[in-house]
């Protein structure tokens, strides 16, 4: 039996949001330096942050060579239904119009040295993105199981960890995020990664995550996350808390095992499929682990 370990590299966890609109998209309204300095200050410690405007790229060169926060450039993609964020990329080159054409556009992508990120699966209806359609399509690296924007506005579900179970048990190894979709000041910081890497580079950060080496993220720190003698363990990682919950969650999104402290672990059996963990707090504050994918020989 193998357990593969998406966090077993070296490394320090870096803060950042994958999703963040400005006054460049139809739906928002404020500047890109306003945003920047939104994200980088008293208290916020974020590490990096990736500028999303729709169906348009917004130029961050003015800002590029800021020291306290790196600025990614990405875009999101389509007016309406099946909207998807292009992370890293220098080119748009999309019929915003087409809703056909995501297996395309990810290859478009991928191929300037970016990421693809399904958005929201639930908002607005239950069925944003299906599962079907997401099993179909190839070439991305994961959905947002998270949306603080969906959360705050009540459009439908925020959590989208059943449609993530299900990719996940039909062999389909996609990682979760959690994204703040900023579009107001006062909705800044529900929703981040923190992404487990050697360096503070746009490089090292987009390595890590694609590779899974990240957690998402409503509030909650984890630390130590480790794998020995087939038992999986994390840890609480905010010492003002004097204690959270674990959850351990196997194929089909059935509860392996659930425990309350400051240390949470598990003893893989072998017919799991994969181990995921969600680690929560009383007042709802929650973070969500990439799967721990577990192989027999």
């Known amino acids: 039996m193998k357990i593969i370990n998406p966090y077993d590299y070296k490394g320090e966890f870096y803060k950042g949001n994958l999703h963040t ?16 300095n939104m994200y980088t200050s008293y208290k916020m410690e974020y590490d990096f942050l990736a500028i999303t405007d729709h169906y348009k790229l917004t130029d961050l060169s003015k800002y590029s ?62 069925e944003y993105w299906t599962y079907e359609e997401l099993l179909k ?65 746009i490089d090292s950060i987009l390595n890590a995550i694609r590779r899974g080496s990240f957690y998402a993220s409503f509030g909650i720190k984890v630390k130590n996350i480790e794998v020995k003698d087939n038992i999986i363990s994390v840890e ?17 999104g059935v509860t392996l095992k659930e425990e309350k402290g400051n240390k949470g672990t598990y003893e893989v059996k072998g017919d799991e499929g994969y181990v995921r963990i969600e680690v929560y707090r009383e007042d709802g504050a929650r973070a969500w682990l990439q799967p721990f994918v577990i192989e027999n020989n």
Not at 89 to 112: A, M, P, R, T
Not at 236 to 252: E, Q
């Open 236 to 252: 609480n990682g905010d010492a003002r808390v004097p204690y959270v919950f674990f959850k351990f969650i196997g194929k089909d």
């Open 21 to 36: 609109h400005t006054e460049n998209s139809p739906c928002g309204h404020y500047s890109l330096k306003d945003v920047i």
């Open 65 to 126: 060579d800021r020291e306290d926060i790196l600025l990614i450039q990405g875009v999101e993609h389509k007016k309406c239904d099946h909207q998807t964020l292009g992370i890293n990329i220098s080119k748009y080159d999309d019929d915003e119009d087409d809703d056909n054409n995501h297996n395309e556009l990810f290859k478009k992508i991928n191929n300037q040295g970016g990421i693809n990120i399904i958005c929201h699966p639930h908002m607005g209806k239950e």
């Open 137 to 201: 399509l190839d070439g991305y690296t994961g959905i947002e199981v998270f949306n603080n924007n969906v959360r705050m506005d009540c459009k439908g579900r925020a959590v989208a960890t059943d449609v993530w179970d299900k990719l996940l048990s039909a062999g389909k190894i996609v990682f979760g995020f959690a994204n703040d979709d900023m579009h107001l000041f006062s909705r800044v910081g529900g929703g981040y990664n923190m992404v487990l890497s050697e360096e503070k580079t």
